[in-house]
Nanobody, 123 residues
């Protein structure tokens, strides 16, 4: 069992930056591939990016590639999402997710989810 808690969301102006954190419980965090998804009002949940359990490999959705960076600190049981050059289209609730074996962009492949943190980008 893994429990995930996101933090770091808030209100930011367009062009600004924000760093989200996702803290995980349990001693096996380093075994899990981690991902970030986001959901805007009235839209389905969409993949943002993912990172392998070791942190050695990442991949991103095209809409955020070059602007967002995922990293993790297995000693702190935490995964991060650094967001830069934010636009109003990035406004959404951001979720982190964990999967023991899955490493891809389909939300159904992930076993555990956090409660989400709101990111609002003003124009």
């Amino acid at each position: 069992q893994v429990q995930l808690v996101e933090s770091g969301g808030g209100l930011v102006q367009a062009g600004g930056s924000l760093r989200l954190s996702c803290a995980a419980s349990g001693r096996t965090f380093s075994s899990y591939n981690m991902a970030w998804f986001r959901q805007a009002p009235g839209q389905e949940r969409k993949f943002v990016g993912a990172i392998t359990s070791s942190g050695g490999v990442t991949f991103y959705a095209g809409s955020v590639k070059g602007r967002f960076t995922i990293s993790r600190d297995n000693a702190k049981n935490t995964v991060y999402l650094q967001m830069t050059s934010l636009t109003p289209e990035d406004t959404a609730v951001y979720y982190c997710a964990a999967a023991l074996t899955y490493y891809n962009s389909n939300s159904r492949g992930y076993d555990y989810w956090g409660q989400g943190t709101q990111v609002t980008v003003s124009s």
